[in-house]
């Protein structure tokens, strides 16, 4: 036995595929035909999945039809047990979900794992991703970035002051109800100047994309919110030596007209610029350091 697979029996292949966030036109002509020739296709809402299908054309698992099954949250550590009990009688599966990629921020991880530790092999068929498609509009730098999903409902405050120096730019997804609470969170955290992107219905008839910084997307997320949402924010920038004194002076001053108290808006200034909080609480009350003093 090899982790608890028989040597030389023949097992079955999961294959992980993105589907589209949005546009049916998306989906790959790879993806259209694996869904055609499918047997067994895990699905996170299977309503969804037959919509898809219709729309594309296409009738998985052709006329002797697809063995359609629901994975999703609240099944998923039995359905698991059910799909990794057919992968290793030679069954094949294919798992998508609702749109984009598996195991990002959707189920599809446990399973992975389980197929990785028995030898079944596991394979993937690349599609659209909401947080890398949200990254390249964003006009924020992408060479170095990071994937947070979704914000923790509970301790939002501190998880994102934890973030607070991070310098790769953060990609996170957020719902509508909530993008208010979490923009309004990160001005608390990056500071109301950082910049960041509001990537609305990626690929859909309404798509939009925000750009500005933090306090000027949280009024705008004052009004009515619909749709899927991204969200991408601007890193830390290293060591403040970027930041000029008038961007410093600005910050605090725009805090404070926005009735923040000026020992509070020096605070959110420095740790926003990454500054040491002496250099902006002497230029907001016009103190001259001895480097800066005439000889």
């Given amino acids: 036995m090899v982790n608890g697979v028989g040597v030389g029996r ?5 294959t992980l595929a993105g589907l589209p966030i949005g546009n049916v036109e998306d989906a790959s002509p790879r993806l259209l035909r694996t869904l055609e020739e499918a047997r067994v296709v895990a699905a996170e809402d299977t309503r969804r999945l037959r919509k898809f299908a219709s729309r594309a054309g296409i009738d998985p698992g052709g006329e002797r039809g697809a063995r359609i099954v629901s994975y999703y949250d609240a099944n998923e550590a039995r359905r698991t047990d059910e799909l990794l009990a057919g992968l290793r009688d030679g069954k094949d599966v294919l798992l998508v979900t ?24 596991v394979t993937v068929i690349p599609g659209p991703s909401a947080a890398l498609a949200a990254l390249v509009v964003s006009g924020l730098p992408t060479d170095r970035f990071c994937f947070e999903g979704f914000p923790p409902r509970k301790g939002l405050s501190p ?23 979490t923009l309004t969170a990160m001005v608390e955290a990056f500071g109301p100047d950082r910049r960041a992107a509001v990537c609305r219905e990626l690929t859909k ?3 939009e994309v925000r750009r500005g910084g933090l306090s000027e997307l949280a009024e705008w997320a004052t009004g009515e919110v619909r749709g899927e949402i991204s969200v991408v924010v601007e890193g830390a920038r290293p060591g403040g030596a970027s930041t000029t004194d008038t961007d410093l002076l600005d910050s605090v001053a725009a805090l404070e007209d926005e009735g923040v108290r000026r020992k509070e808006a020096i605070t ?25 003093q005439d000889p």
Avoid: N, W
């Fill in 10 to 14: 023949q097992v079955g292949t999961l």
């Fill in 98 to 121: 609702d749109a984009g990629m598996p195991g990002v921020s959707d189920p599809g991880y446990r399973l992975v794992v389980a197929c990785v530790e028995e030898d079944i092999p």
């Fill in 159 to 181: 998880y994102l002051a934890g973030l607070a120096d991070e310098r790769r730019t953060m990609v996170f997804f957020e719902s509508p109800h909530r993008i208010l609470a």
């Fill in 205 to 207: 008839t309404y798509e």
């Fill in 268 to 292: 959110r200034v420095a740790k926003s610029a990454g500054v040491p909080k002496r250099r902006v609480y002497d230029l907001a009350h016009g103190i001259t350091t001895v480097e800066e």
